[in-house]
């Protein structure tokens, strides 16, 4: 079973100056599946292919780098679902308050693969600002 504090400790690294903390958790070859019809859903190969394909996309129209803060946890043997929400504003001024969970499995405290779930209309809006 894994350890929901432990859990929560790597998440909240997301909310801090430091995400790269959190991706250290992360296996280079993860699979992220970033569901839904909008311009950063698809399956993504690696952290790398992640990161380039949604995060630094984001993060292209937001003020300030995107953030998430932790909400909460269900901690299986060797899987999580884990609820973040997203509280930022777009260089255009629009509020981007994105909600997500995140279906993770791990293999030896790295995260493998990962299902992504959003609000995939604001993030379509957000990207065509």
């Known amino acids: 079973m894994l350890n929901p504090v432990w859990l929560k400790q790597i998440f909240a690294t997301l909310e801090s100056d430091h995400p790269q903390q959190f991706f250290e958790h992360v296996s280079d070859s993860v699979i992220w599946e970033v569901t839904g019809s909008h311009p950063l859903a698809g399956i993504y190969h690696s952290k790398q292919a992640f990161i380039n394909g949604t995060i630094a996309k984001l993060n292209e129209v937001l003020n300030a780098p995107l953030k998430l803060k932790y909400l909460s946890s ?3 043997e060797n899987s999580a679902a884990v609820e973040l929400i997203a509280s930022s504003t777009t260089k255009a001024g629009e509020p981007f308050n994105n909600r997500y969970c995140w279906v993770c499995e791990f293999e030896d405290k790295q995260i493998v693969k990962v ?12 990207i065509k600002q």
């Open 74 to 76: 269900i901690c299986g």
């Open 115 to 126: 299902r992504a779930y959003l609000d995939s209309a604001l993030v379509a809006n957000t």
